[in-house]
């Protein structure tokens, strides 16, 4: 299984560094990340606040660009892209799912859906048809024309799962999907999400505290002080389970 | 191979600039939406447009009595403490006036829209993950601006005229029957409109512009 989803990689960094100057200090979020994403694959990625974790995440999703060495998405350099180019990286090839849902308050499930499919250029009755099909695979057939704030938070992120569904990404990155939600809601969108992987082939990049969630990835990735610790199978995390409660903290 | 990104960048397309009517829809959604705080910022220019209405048409009409010239005429102005021969300092005074209320009323525009930005930060960037380009947030932000100002002026300028008819009548009465200033009124109220609308424009560029650079990366944080 492994041999076959080597071959191709979907997301690469390459001696990536990144340096915030907050004043006269210059902070070294990332010091030389080398890491590569199989196309298909579910990874979390892991680490304490601070580590540089959520720079590393920003920067395979194409939302920040690295000080020094280079982010290739699908083999193409970043930082070769324009801003045009980016915004169609963004809606097509990559579908963003966050800790706190982000759905547009103002918009139906069926608009929210609906939306990156009209960034797509979408006509309105195709996008729609579409909408109403993902809504109904993520168990919402019977929500579309609700309100977010109709809505539990479970469905809420499940809004969010088929709204990053939509355009048929090739990589879903998900900013700690279940940290707002209780276990089970939690162990739904887990189950959800491998389900979308399973089906669709897509690949799916997490940060994560969640235990249940580090159980379902293919690699766990722990980031420690701007590089990379460790990156662990998950045949060797099913034997590890009692040290990694300890490592969350 | 990173080597031939060249050739693999062909695999990334250009995102379409959506049609205006997209942008149009998604800014009248938020202002419907946002009825309350809409109606909030359209009161301020609701206000200086009636205010400058009622001082430019109050203005045609003392002119035009002035003009008449006749005792009755002269008379009715006094009494409302106008001197026919001070009408020029009189005209220097309500253009002032007129100035500084619209100027008012900008600063009200870019305060409110600067806090409908900052209101949506979370929304922009999320919109942005999803393939908005700045332009499209930059017209949102316009739009909704644009209309607060429009419908504002509008409803400003009707309220201005109302009322200046009205103290124009109390006032003078028979000495306009048939000499109402009608083309000039208009044309001022007219251009007041247009005034306000494309001050409504101009007071949201910086708000909007500040929204469109934002970078998508906003959307991912948990506080707020």
Sequence with gaps: MTEEKTTQTIVRTKDVYKTYNLGKVQVHALQGVDLEIYAGEYISIMGPSGSGKSTLFNMVGGLDKPTQGSVYIDEVDMAQLDAYELAWLRCRKIGYIFQTFNLIPVMTALENVTLPMIFAGLTTDEARDKGVQLLGRVGLGDRVQHKPYELSGGQQQRVAVARAMANSPAIILADEPTGNLDLSTGKEIIDLLQRMKREEGVTIISATHDLKMLSVSDRVVWIRDGKIDRIEQRENLNIEVGTIDKQTE | ??????????????????????????????????????????????????????????????????????????????????????????????????????????????????????ERYREIGTMKCLGALDSFIVKIFLLESAFQGIIGSVIGAAIGLGVSFLSAQIHFGEILDGKWPVVAIFRNTGLVILVGSILAILAAIYPASLAARMEPAAAMRVEE
Excluded: H
Aim: aromatic fraction near 4%; glycine fraction near 8%; proline fraction near 3%.
């Design chain 2, 1 to 118: 191979m990173p080597g031939d990104g060249n050739e693999r960048k062909q695999s990334i397309g250009r995102q379409i600039v959506l049609p205006f009517s997209k942008a149009l829809e998604i800014s009248l959604r938020g202002i419907r939406v946002r009825l309350w705080r809409s109606l909030i910022t359209m009161s301020g220019v609701v206000l200086a447009t009636a205010f400058v209405v009622s001082v430019l048409a109050s203005g045609d009409v003392t002119r035009t009595v002035a003009a008449d010239g006749s005792p009755a005429a002269v008379r009715a102005l006094q009494e409302i403490g106008i001197d026919p021969s001070e009408m020029r300092e009189v005209n220097a005074t309500n253009a002032w006036l007129a100035v500084m209320s619209l100027m008012v009323c900008v600063v009200g525009i870019v305060m409110s829209m600067l806090m409908s930005v900052s």
